[in-house]
């Protein structure tokens, strides 16, 4: 998404749908994932949790790209909100990988 900001008409909706597109697809398996990484007795909380965060994000999200619009252009508010992505994803990148040798071992190596 920093690209939204260089491009022309018709690449920025190509972009938008796309992005779209891969939103729609990645919702509902962050949902069973968020479910599954969860205790049984714990999982409406989890998906909860979730859920207000996601909302949380999209509020201070559109706040932040109004005010930094209306300061710096529309631009600014683009790259700001594809930085702030690229951040937060090499930032999970460790915890991730934790998360994911955890559950290898309470496997037991079974496939």
């Given at each position: ?23 729609a697809?990645?919702?509902p ?6 479910g ?17 965060f ?21 631009c ?25 040798k955890?559950?290898g ?7």
């Amino acid at each position: 998404m920093c690209l939204v900001g260089f491009v022309g008409k018709t690449t920025l909706i190509a972009l938008m749908l796309g992005c779209g597109v891969f939103a729609a697809m990645m919702f509902p398996s962050s949902i069973a994932l968020a479910g599954d990484l969860s205790p049984r007795n714990k999982r409406g909380t989890a998906i909860g949790g979730f859920n207000v965060f996601g909302s949380l994000g999209f509020v201070a999200g559109f706040s932040a790209a109004g005010i930094l619009s209306d300061m710096y252009g529309y631009c600014s508010s683009f790259i700001l909100g594809g930085f702030s992505e690229i951040l937060v994803a090499l930032v999970a990148i460790p915890f991730l990988v934790k998360l994911g040798k955890g559950i290898g071992n309470s496997q037991g190596g079974k496939g």
